[in-house]
């Protein structure tokens, strides 16, 4: 039977989170209610089923099989926000494997000491985390979005299996994997896709109750089970005839820029909607820099104006564009 224990500085909401997660578990009880995140639209309430739970969790053992021993006792960090499936479902794998689980407060640098089998995080909080903190981890599950090319670099060099996860709370957690360097993600046992006349791709996991599952995620399919993500449908910038896929600008810019920063949308009326850069603050602006990192891109993709700002996070650790757009219609001059 798993252990539960509290990092000290977990407040009486966070362990009381964990404790109704572990009740509800524990209960047998067929029904779960979540909401989701809010990183692609206002946050709503989905109900799972624990048929669809356990299955999720059953895929991603399979997948955990050639990475390390389940058979023994394992230890688990919780991290995340219990709240959401990411940080919920953290859980529950530690639950369904029997290891003891560690709950720490929702913070950017979780404060881990030893050593863990698997956990859950951002990349934020991965970014975060000290030479010694990776030490003692073995497998690391990212979540939150895709990384920058800087991100993915410092990464790659930590003594600790990474891989990234593509889901939300209406699969259930992730339905593929990736290791860090893979361009493309691999469907986990049970789940297939394919893709509409637009691109967007189609989830169907009869394990799990989804059947023809809609999404907005731009995909190209690259057969036995395989998909590139490309970004979201929603997310593409319609500038005088052209699409500018935001995530596809900031991978080029991210080679040759090593500031953090993501590209939204702003009205224009010559051009219908321009492309508008956001960065984190800067001490020291170098345009030069800049004009060189532009220069990889061909001119239709490049962004019209450069805003520094305090970067927006969705609580999922993903670029709030919505946010982020509203900002630089306050700051931007087009």
Request: with cysteine; glycine share 8%; aromatic share 8%.
């Amino acid at each position: 039977m798993s252990q539960l224990n509290f990092h000290p500085d977990c407040d009486a909401s966070r362990q009381q989170s964990a404790k109704d997660a572990v009740a509800w578990w524990e209960s047998g009880q067929s029904h779960l209610t979540i909401s989701t995140s809010g990183s692609t639209g206002e946050p709503k309430n989905i109900d799972l089923n624990r048929q669809g739970i356990e299955a999720s969790i059953a895929a991603t053992e399979r997948y955990a099989e050639g990475l390390f021993p389940l058979g023994r006792r394992g230890r688990t960090a919780i991290c995340l926000d219990m709240h959401h499936v990411a940080g919920l479902f953290s859980l529950f794998r530690g639950l369904a494997w029997g290891w003891d689980i560690d709950v720490f407060p929702i913070k950017r640098q979780p404060d881990l000491q030893g050593k863990y089998d698997w956990i859950s995080l951002i990349p934020q909080q991965a970014m975060a985390l000290t030479q010694d903190q990776w030490q003692g981890l073995s497998v690391c599950l990212l979540g939150g979005g895709p990384l920058s090319t800087l991100e993915r670099d410092h990464l790659t060099s930590q003594p600790c299996r990474i891989i990234q996860g593509y889901g939300m709370t209406e699969t259930y957690t992730h339905i593929a994997l990736k290791r860090l360097m893979d361009e493309s993600y691999q469907c986990l046992p049970g789940v297939s896709v394919s893709a509409d006349d637009s691109g967007c791709l189609i989830i169907d996991c009869p394990d799990r109750g989804i059947h023809n599952l809609l999404t907005t995620d731009l995909v190209d399919l690259q057969g036995c089970g395989r998909f590139q993500w490309l970004g979201r449908a929603d997310d593409v910038i319609l500038s005088a005839g052209k699409k500018i896929h935001p995530e596809v600008v900031e991978n080029s810019l991210q080679k040759h820029w090593s500031h953090r920063g993501f590209l939204v949308a702003l009205d224009h009326q010559q051009w219908g909607q321009a492309a508008v850069w956001l960065s984190e603050p800067l001490e020291d602006f170098d345009v030069q820099q800049w004009q060189k990192a532009l220069a990889h891109l061909p001119s239709w993709q490049r962004p019209k104006a450069f805003v520094q700002c305090i970067l927006p996070l969705t609580a999922s650790g993903k670029w709030d564009r919505r946010k982020g757009r509203s900002t630089a219609q306050e700051l931007a001059l087009l």
